[in-house]
Nanobody, 115 residues
Framework: QVHLVESGGGLVQAGGSLRLSCAASGTIFSIYAMGWYRQAPGKERELVARVSSSGTTNYADSVKGRFTISRDNAKKTVSLQMNSLKPEDTAVYYC?????????WGEGTLVTVSS
């Protein structure tokens, strides 16, 4: 069982930055692929960024060059640095841990970007 807790959401003006963090407990963290997803009102949940157990990263096209995902296996954390935020980045951001077909989710943290 994996327990994930997100932090770092909030209200920011367009062009600003936020850093989201996700702390994991109850698992061998290093073996999991970790990701950040988001869900905006009225839309489906979508992948924002993902980092594999070996450190390979991939990003949604909409955030490439603006967001950076990183993981610290010793601290069992994964972070998402978000720069040059846009109003369309407004969403609830969820931390995800996955191995094979098993996925765990945090409860989410709200990011609101004002124009």
């Amino acid at each position: 069982q994996v327990h994930l807790v997100e932090s770092g959401g909030g209200l920011v003006q367009a062009g600003g930055s936020l850093r989201l963090s996700c702390a994991a407990s109850g698992t061998i963290f290093s073996i999991y692929a970790m990701g950040w997803y988001r869900q905006a009102p009225g839309k489906e949940r979508e992948l924002v960024a993902r980092v594999s157990s070996s450190g390979t990263t991939n990003y949604a096209d909409s955030v490439k060059g603006r967001f950076t995902i990183s993981r610290d296996n010793a601290k069992k954390t994964v972070s998402l640095q978000m720069n040059s935020l846009k109003p369309e980045d407004t969403a609830v951001y969820y931390c995800n841990a996955q191995i094979s077909a098993t996925a765990y989710w945090g409860e989410g943290t709200l990011v609101t970007v004002s124009s």
